[in-house]
């Protein structure tokens, strides 16, 4: 069968031939004998076979290369070519293998073939049928021997035609370098030399002939024109963006030719240096590139942006390099729950991209891009699942879907008002171009398994508007119970489309983009909201447990839900209260701003801010109860703060405490969070407001603030007061409320003092006294003594040896067990008191100061010690508080000796630690931090400070699952005595907690790897390095060196994965992570400071034109070495500005120094000084 079809083949070629000959005697152009040729092909014997086409194309380059090799052939090829009656690529794919190696005895046929690949192989026309994709793909890898070339078993269309682009660029590459002398290590047949001085029949070539080997060097001259016009394209650099993204091995070895090309630059024989520079950029800009695409045309292909791919290093890259690290850094600042922020993340995001626009000299359209990208990455860093006492995914999809959007929306306020005319839609349009460019990244849309369904429903909402209006119906915007047979897939676009259509950014004319919609072809059904059906009358306790797990999606049912709450009944207003506190809150992030405003207006509605009568707030308790717990959540809470709104907040939980903290239980019962009573709101209000600021923070912060640290860096209950107070009193006096997310209503409007609430000042006093010093040995108040003594009895009971009963005396009161007792105090010693609220927590310190006092003196065994304390816990959790509080502070006085753990007194961390030590090592290395973490022998039983240990196994005897709320409470403890203990404690409480919660172990490693950086200055150092060599790229011997993994995805890291065996995390989300635990600022300004230096020196270095002129070829240029600076200085601005830096000023003086080594940068030499200038100020206005 072979040999019959080599005869057909041969006979196909003939009869090609004759057409061919017989049209041109009768005169016909080109085109016409192309046209008699492929008339051939239709009737000849493989006329009902399909690809008629791809047998033309064989029979010509078959008889062309090179029996019938004529002038009058290439322009019937290329009329061929031109009417598509032969496919270019195949074409191409066919000549490539035959002229290339020819190329030096057919000089004329080379150049012929050049022409045809720069105009061809820059635009292909691919074909549109299935059947007919297979064959031209097959034929072009059998031709280019692709699948063998690359080690593919089978390549489809799209991958073959990305491989052949990437062929014959590697081929131009190697035929310009090897004709001009260079080596060429290469297995490409297409590159050898050993041909080089012969033809295709072995005989030498003749040199004597001027005219054909100056064609030869003009050949050389038209490669590089070609190969540089291949690069430029866009589409081009998507394909080779692909191949370096996919297979990084094959991309690679183009990179390792680029200082091949540079040396090209001192020949003599060449002059074409802006040819060769436009290449080399061309093709770093393949890797240094994913998201500046050309903003007069959008790409029509689609773009495979891998999640966090974004890098800004392009250090052969002409002209401005905008930098957006700091949206990047800032949102992932933003998501560390451990600090909460007093100032709207919206109000922050919307000056810093006022501020980035300007510096970066971009229009709105790729400012907002940047803002999109950035939190996109933001979301697929994230994790599925909650990790550790830490926001969850839903705190990162706020960001990207409410945050931004009204961010987004305050600036498209002030533009249009600045704007007059027909130029008010001018950044309207801007914003829709920038949605639509990031249809082109849709390996960063890819949402995640918690956001699937909401995508789907979003895209659905535009495939119902569609067919509608399609089946003609009057109402396009009918409800989903219209089209119940309708689905689309959707991503994270059609989410953020959502957003900005609901807040009136754009229209719903985005449902008719291009590929907008993309249905779904399943019969499985369509899970309804029950949203409408409460908006048309249905009883709404019987939708309440599927109204808690789906968010609304208008104001309209919002308004509805509201309704019930105001005026219901009680069985309506408490379902209601837990409604809105649920899926809504967390999910709903279209209306994410109205479900706030309504959830703290239905909770000011009950509270005046002075005392009022306590029967009101008892009658509406179960639903405060639903409010309050609704609220406390780690994911509601850090929401809250996004939104600015923890000043507002904390003014609405200090009624809640001073009411029912001074009311009495109804019976001796411990509190449960479920049910509502007075110590469950008054724990869950108290709780939550202790979350709000630091109020365990002990006096080291006096001796830190000597040493470069703000003692009021962190938030506090005076300073949440005070803004809160400040807002309120500028929004009355400017009558101006429009910019702000929640407005007070007019009861609400007044001041807040802390002087209003005497029981909560007291214990916020004694609070403070606790953590300044020790207790007091006198009390003057007996009823406190006489509280104490009672908890004592009580979580003691049967626990201490006969006649040794623990009690609080003073020497005042040294018979106070034997004076009156307040009510309840002759009760029996087994049963809790019925006390209010306050008078426990008032007590509490002198309870620990007796039972840690026994513990160290052997009175009281550490297992009983921690029963107590859970059971304190037990019956009122506000009591945790206190325990955290005194316990933090008692650890920084360093008075306490150390327990050994020895799995019998207190809990042993052995069976883990050499796994946490182990783990935690392998993190820091990965971040380039290399330091020893364990200095202790291994032979030595771990220990604790008796503080620490107790409160350790207090944590973990508390059930987590059942109370999330006192996460942040422990999690805060915890972290003081980590940062304030001299002994290294990190790693034992790891393991202590390992043991305990095992689905927390990489937020247990990630908390043990910060823990360095509290002490070790020599690890900050390191880190702020590997931030730099991560982003920017390494230094070798003073020199910057090329790195393909950069930029953003190297700095900040890429996806989350769960499934990974080890926890891996980029330099950059540590820092974050730990830059507020530095122990000395001023170092940090320093080193960072240093770094820049350094930076700057290196490029002046690689700019220097003192070298001789054979060794400049590869010098960097001196716009490139701008743009790097540019990036330089952003980046260390940043990192400043999140380290809490105190010394701006200082820095932005030292940075004018000459030590930038900017004065070789000749007329350029102040451009690093500037551009690290501006970046400080920025840094400096920015917090």
Not at 541 to 554: F, G, H, N, R, Y
Not at 591 to 615: N, R
Not at 1140 to 1154: A, E, K
Not at 1171 to 1181: D, E, L, S, V, Y
């Given at each position: 069968m072979?040999?019959?079809?080599?005869?057909?083949?041969?006979?196909?070629?003939?009869?090609?031939?004759?057409?061919?000959?017989?049209?041109?005697?009768?005169?016909?152009?080109?085109?016409?004998?192309?046209?008699?040729?492929?008339?051939?092909?239709?009737?000849?014997?493989?006329?009902?076979?399909?690809?008629?086409?791809?047998?033309?194309?064989?029979?010509?380059?078959?008889?062309?290369?090179?029996?019938?090799?004529?002038?009058?052939?290439?322009k019937?090829?290329?009329?061929?070519?031109?009417?598509?009656?032969?496919?270019?690529?195949?074409?191409?794919?066919?000549?490539?293998?035959?002229?290339?190696?020819?190329?030096?005895?057919?000089?004329?046929?080379?150049?012929?073939?050049?022409?045809?690949?720069?105009?061809?192989?820059?635009?292909?026309?691919?074909?549109?049928?299935?059947?007919n994709?297979?064959?031209?793909?097959?034929?072009?890898?059998?031709?280019?021997?692709?699948?063998?070339?690359?080690?593919?078993?089978?390549?489809?269309?799209?991958?073959?035609?990305?491989?052949?682009?990437?062929?014959?660029?590697?081929?131009?590459?190697?035929?310009?370098?090897?004709?001009?002398?260079?080596?060429?290590?290469?297995?490409?047949?297409?590159?050898?030399?050993?041909?080089?001085?012969?033809?295709?029949?072995?005989?030498?070539?003749?040199?004597?002939?001027?005219?054909?080997?100056?064609?030869?060097?003009?050949?050389?001259?038209?490669?590089?024109?070609?190969?540089?016009?291949?690069?430029?394209?866009?589409?081009?650099?998507?394909?080779?963006?692909?191949v370096?993204?996919?297979?990084p091995?094959n991309?690679?070895?183009?990179?390792?030719?680029?200082?091949?090309?540079g040396?090209?630059?001192k020949?003599n024989t060449?002059?074409?240096?802006?040819?060769?520079?436009?290449?080399?950029?061309?093709?770093?800009n393949?890797?240094?590139?994913?998201?500046?695409?050309?903003?007069?045309?959008?790409?029509g292909?689609?773009?495979?942006?891998?999640?966090?791919?974004?890098a800004v290093?392009?250090?052969?890259?002409?002209?401005?390099?905008?930098?957006?690290?700091?949206?990047?850094?800032?949102?992932?600042?933003?998501?560390d729950?451990?600090h909460?922020?007093?100032?709207?993340?919206?109000?922050?995001?919307?000056?810093?991209?006022?501020?980035?626009?300007?510096?970066?000299?971009?229009?709105?359209?790729?400012?907002?891009?940047?803002?999109?990208?950035?939190?996109?990455?933001?979301?697929?860093?994230?994790p599925?699942?909650?990790e550790?006492?830490?926001?969850?995914?839903?705190?990162?999809?706020?960001?990207?879907?409410?945050?931004?959007?009204?961010?987004?929306a305050?600036?498209?306020?002030e533009?249009v008002?600045?704007?007059?005319?027909?130029?008010?839609?001018?950044?309207?349009?801007?914003?829709?171009?920038?949605?639509?460019?990031?249809?082109?990244?849709?390996?960063?849309?890819?949402?995640?398994?918690?956001?699937?369904?909401?995508?789907?429903?979003?895209?659905r909402?535009?495939?119902?508007?569609?067919?509608?209006?399609?089946?003609?119906?009057?109402?396009?915007?009918?409800?989903f119970?219209?089209?119940?047979?309708?689905?689309?897939?959707?991503?994270?676009?059609?989410?953020?489309?959502?957003?900005?259509?609901?807040?009136?950014?754009?229209?719903?004319?985005?449902?008719?983009?291009?590929?907008?919609?993309?249905?779904?072809?399943?019969?499985?059904?369509?899970?309804?909201?029950?949203?409408?059906?409460?908006?048309?009358?249905?009883?709404?306790?019987?939708?309440?447990?599927?109204l808690m797990?789906?968010?609304?999606?208008?104001?309209?049912?919002?308004?509805?839900?509201?309704?019930?709450?105001?005026s219901?009944?009680?069985?309506?207003?408490?379902?209601?209260s837990?409604?809105?506190?649920?899926?809504?809150?967390?999910?709903?992030?279209?209306?994410?701003?109205?479900?706030?405003?309504?959830?703290?207006?239905?909770?000011?509605?009950?509270?005046?801010?002075?005392?009022?009568?306590?029967?009101?707030?008892?009658?509406?308790?179960?639903?405060?109860?639903?409010?309050?717990?609704?609220?406390?959540?780690?994911d509601?809470?850090?929401?809250?703060?996004?939104?600015g709104?923890?000043?507002?907040?904390?003014?609405?939980?200090?009624?809640?405490c001073?009411?029912?903290?001074?009311?009495?239980?109804?019976?001796?019962?411990?509190?449960?969070?479920?049910?509502?009573?007075?110590?469950?709101?008054?724990?869950?209000?108290?709780?939550?407001?202790?979350?709000?600021?630091?109020?365990?923070?002990?006096?080291?912060?006096?001796?830190?603030?000597?040493?470069?640290?703000?003692?009021?860096s962190?938030?506090?209950?005076?300073?949440?007061?005070?803004?809160?107070?400040?807002?309120?009193?500028?929004?009355?006096?400017?009558?101006?409320?429009?910019?702000?997310?929640?407005?007070?209503?007019?009861?609400?409007?007044?001041?807040?003092?802390?002087?209003?609430?005497?029981k909560l000042?007291?214990?916020?006093?004694?609070?403070?006294?606790?953590i300044?010093?020790?207790?007091?040995?006198?009390?003057?108040r007996?009823?406190?003594?006489?509280?104490?003594?009672?908890?004592?009895?009580?979580?003691?009971?049967?626990?201490?040896?006969?006649?040794?009963?623990?009690?609080?005396?003073?020497?005042?009161?040294?018979?106070?067990?034997?004076?009156?007792?307040?009510?309840?105090?002759?009760?029996?010693?087994?049963?809790?008191?019925?006390?209010?609220?306050?008078?426990?927590?008032?007590?509490?310190?002198?309870?620990?100061?007796?039972?840690?006092?026994?513990?160290?003196?052997?009175?009281?065994?550490?297992?009983?010690?921690?029963?107590?304390?859970?059971?304190?816990?037990?019956?009122?959790?506000?009591?945790?508080?206190?325990?955290?509080?005194?316990?933090?502070?008692?650890?920084?006085?360093?008075?306490?000796?150390?327990?050994?753990?020895?799995?019998?007194?207190w809990?042993?961390?052995?069976?883990?630690?050499?796994?946490?030590?182990?783990?935690?090592?392998?993190?820091?290395?990965?971040?380039?931090?290399?330091?020893?973490?364990?200095?202790?022998?291994?032979?030595?039983?771990?220990?604790?400070?008796?503080?620490?240990?107790?409160?350790?196994?207090?944590?973990?005897?508390?059930?987590?699952?059942?109370?999330?709320?006192?996460?942040?409470?422990?999690?805060q403890?915890?972290?003081?005595?980590?940062?304030?203990?001299?002994?290294?404690?990190?790693?034992?409480?790891?393991?202590?907690?390992?043991?305990?919660?095992?689905?927390?172990?990489?937020?247990?490693?990630?908390?043990?790897?910060?823990?360095?950086?509290?002490?070790?200055?020599?690890?900050?150092?390191?880190?702020?390095?590997?931030?730099?060599?991560?982003?920017?790229?390494?230094?070798?011997?003073?020199?910057?060196?090329?790195?393909?993994?950069?930029?953003?995805?190297?700095?900040?890291?890429?996806?989350?994965?769960e499934?990974?065996?080890?926890?891996?995390?980029?330099?950059?989300f540590?820092?974050?992570?730990?830059?507020?635990?530095?122990?000395?600022?001023?170092?940090?300004?320093?080193e960072?400071?240093?770094?820049?230096?350094?930076?700057?020196?290196?490029?002046?270095?690689?700019?220097?034109?003192?070298?001789?002129?054979?060794?400049?070829?590869?010098?960097?240029?001196?716009?490139?070495?701008?743009?790097?600076?540019?990036?330089?200085?952003?980046?260390?601005a940043?990192?400043?500005?999140?380290?809490?830096?105190?010394?701006?000023?200082r820095?932005?003086?030292?940075?004018?120094?000459?030590?930038?080594?900017?004065?070789?940068?000749?007329?350029?030499?102040?451009?690093?000084?500037?551009?690290?200038?501006?970046?400080?100020q920025?840094?400096?206005?920015?917090?």
């Amino acid at each position: 069968m072979a040999a019959g079809a080599a005869v057909t083949e041969l006979e196909l070629e003939r009869r090609v031939m004759a057409a061919v000959k017989a049209s041109a005697e009768r005169g016909d152009p080109p085109l016409l004998q192309a046209a008699e040729a492929a008339r051939c092909i239709r009737e000849g014997p493989t006329a009902s076979a399909p690809g008629g086409g791809l047998a033309l194309s064989q029979a010509l380059v078959t008889n062309l290369c090179f029996a019938h090799n004529t002038a009058a052939m290439w322009k019937l090829l290329d009329q061929a070519m031109l009417s598509r009656l032969v496919d270019p690529l195949h074409t191409l794919a066919l000549l490539t293998p035959r002229v290339v190696p020819s190329r030096r005895e057919q000089p004329e046929a080379y150049r012929l073939y050049l022409d045809l690949l720069g105009r061809y192989a820059v635009a292909p026309v691919y074909p549109e049928r299935m059947e007919n994709k297979d064959m031209l793909a097959k034929s072009i890898d059998g031709a280019m021997q692709l699948s063998h070339r690359f080690g593919f078993q089978h390549l489809d269309f799209g991958h073959t035609v990305i491989l052949f682009v990437l062929s014959l660029v590697n081929m131009l590459i190697d035929c310009i370098l090897d004709d001009c002398g260079l080596p060429v290590t290469s297995a490409d047949e297409h590159g050898n030399r050993n041909d080089m001085n012969f033809n295709g029949n072995g005989r030498s070539l003749d040199r004597g002939d001027e005219h054909r080997e100056h064609l030869r060097r003009k050949n050389i001259l038209m490669s590089i024109e070609v190969v540089e016009k291949v690069t430029a394209n866009k589409i081009v650099q998507v394909f080779l963006r692909l191949v370096n993204r996919n297979t990084p091995e094959n991309f690679n070895y183009l990179l390792r030719k680029l200082p091949l090309i540079g040396a090209l630059k001192k020949k003599n024989t060449l002059s074409p240096y802006n040819l060769l520079d436009s290449l080399i950029m061309n093709i770093q800009n393949v890797i240094s590139t994913d998201y500046q695409l050309d903003r007069k045309r959008l790409l029509g292909v689609p773009v495979s942006i891998q999640p966090c791919s974004s890098a800004v290093y392009s250090i052969f890259r002409a002209g401005k390099v905008s930098c957006w690290i700091s949206f990047d850094m800032f949102m992932e600042n933003a998501m560390d729950g451990r600090h909460l922020h007093a100032i709207s993340s919206v109000e922050y995001l919307t000056e810093l991209s006022k501020t980035l626009q300007v510096l970066n000299r971009a229009t709105w359209q790729e400012t907002f891009q940047a803002l999109w990208i950035s939190a996109l990455r933001l979301v697929q860093r994230g994790p599925d699942a909650s990790e550790g006492p830490f926001p969850s995914l839903d705190s990162r999809l706020c960001m990207l879907l409410a945050i931004i959007p009204l961010s987004i929306a305050t600036i498209v306020k002030e533009e249009v008002g600045n704007l007059e005319g027909e130029t008010t839609s001018v950044i309207r349009g801007q914003l829709v171009s920038s949605l639509q460019i990031l249809r082109q990244f849709f390996g960063l849309l890819s949402p995640p398994p918690a956001a699937v369904h909401l995508a789907n429903t979003a895209a659905r909402k535009a495939a119902v508007v569609l067919s509608n209006l399609k089946n003609g119906r009057e109402n396009m915007y009918t409800s989903f119970k219209d089209s119940p047979s309708i689905k689309a897939v959707g991503n994270m676009l059609h989410l953020i489309v959502e957003a900005c259509i609901t807040r009136n950014l754009i229209d719903t004319s985005a449902y008719f983009w291009p590929g907008y919609v993309v249905p779904l072809k399943e019969s499985s059904p369509v899970q309804e909201s029950p949203w409408p059906s409460l908006v048309e009358g249905s009883p709404l306790i019987e939708l309440k447990d599927a109204l808690m797990v789906t968010p609304a999606s208008s104001v309209a049912e919002l308004e509805k839900l509201y309704s019930f709450a105001v005026s219901g009944s009680p069985e309506e207003k408490l379902a209601a209260s837990k409604i809105l506190c649920g899926a809504s809150l967390l999910r709903g992030w279209n209306i994410q701003e109205h479900v706030v405003q309504m959830v703290l207006k239905l909770l000011s509605t009950f509270l005046p801010l002075d005392s009022g009568p306590e029967g009101r707030y008892v009658q509406h308790m179960p639903m405060l109860h639903a409010l309050v717990s609704g609220i406390s959540s780690i994911d509601t809470v850090h929401i809250l703060s996004m939104y600015g709104l923890v000043p507002e907040v904390a003014s609405m939980l200090m009624p809640l405490c001073e009411i029912f903290g001074s009311l009495p239980p109804s019976d001796h019962r411990s509190c449960k969070f479920e049910e509502a009573s007075v110590y469950s709101v008054f724990s869950c209000a108290f709780l939550s407001l202790l979350r709000l600021w630091k109020f365990h923070r002990p006096p080291i912060e006096n001796a830190l603030s000597r040493r470069g640290v703000s003692v009021w860096s962190e938030l506090h209950l005076d300073f949440l007061l005070l803004l809160r107070n400040s807002h309120s009193s500028l929004k009355n006096l400017s009558k101006v409320t429009q910019s702000s997310i929640f407005e007070l209503d007019t009861p609400f409007q007044k001041p807040v003092y802390i002087d209003s609430f005497p029981k909560l000042r007291a214990w916020y006093f004694q609070n403070q006294a606790c953590i300044a010093s020790t207790l007091s040995s006198a009390c003057s108040r007996t009823t406190v003594l006489h509280v104490a003594n009672m908890i004592l009895k009580i979580i003691c009971h049967n626990k201490v040896p006969k006649g040794g009963a623990l009690s609080v005396n003073t020497q005042s009161t040294a018979n106070s067990s034997t004076s009156s007792s307040p009510a309840g105090a002759q009760e029996d010693m087994c049963q809790w008191p019925t006390l209010p609220a306050w008078e426990i927590l008032e007590a509490v310190p002198f309870v620990l100061e007796a039972v840690l006092t026994s513990c160290a003196h052997g009175r009281l065994s550490s297992r009983d010690l921690v029963t107590g304390l859970r059971d304190l816990a037990g019956f009122l959790p506000a009591s945790l508080a206190a325990i955290v509080s005194y316990f933090s502070a008692e650890v920084t006085r360093g008075i306490w000796k150390p327990v050994m753990l020895n799995g019998m007194d207190w809990p042993s961390p052995a069976a883990t630690l050499p796994v946490v030590e182990s783990e935690t090592k392998e993190v820091l290395a990965f971040a380039g931090v290399h330091i020893n973490i364990c200095p202790r022998p291994r032979f030595v039983m771990p220990m604790l400070p008796l503080p620490i240990a107790a409160l350790i196994s207090l944590s973990i005897t508390v059930k987590m699952d059942e109370f999330s709320h006192l996460h942040g409470i422990i999690g805060q403890g915890i972290e003081i005595c980590t940062t304030s203990s001299s002994w290294p404690t990190a790693q034992i409480i790891g393991a202590l907690w390992s043991q305990k919660v095992r689905r927390w172990h990489d937020f247990i490693i990630l908390a043990c790897s910060q823990s360095p950086f509290t002490r070790d200055n020599t690890a900050v150092a390191q880190l702020i390095r590997s931030c730099f060599s991560s982003f920017i790229g390494p230094l070798v011997d003073g020199r910057s060196c090329f790195a393909a993994n950069r930029g953003v995805a190297n700095l900040l890291g890429q996806t989350f994965d769960e499934k990974a065996h080890r926890l891996a995390v980029a330099p950059g989300f540590l820092y974050m992570r730990s830059c507020r635990l530095f122990p000395n600022n001023s170092f940090v300004c320093e080193e960072i400071l240093e770094v820049v230096v350094e930076r700057a020196h290196a490029l002046a270095n690689a700019c220097s034109s003192d070298r001789p002129a054979r060794l400049r070829s590869d010098s960097l240029p001196l716009s490139a070495a701008s743009s790097l600076v540019e990036q330089i200085a952003s980046l260390a601005a940043t990192m400043l500005c999140h380290a809490g830096m105190q010394h701006n000023r200082r820095i932005h003086i030292s940075s004018c120094s000459p030590r930038f080594g900017c004065k070789h940068l000749g007329s350029r030499r102040n451009v690093a000084s500037l551009h690290f200038n501006i970046h400080i100020q920025k840094a400096t206005g920015c917090r």
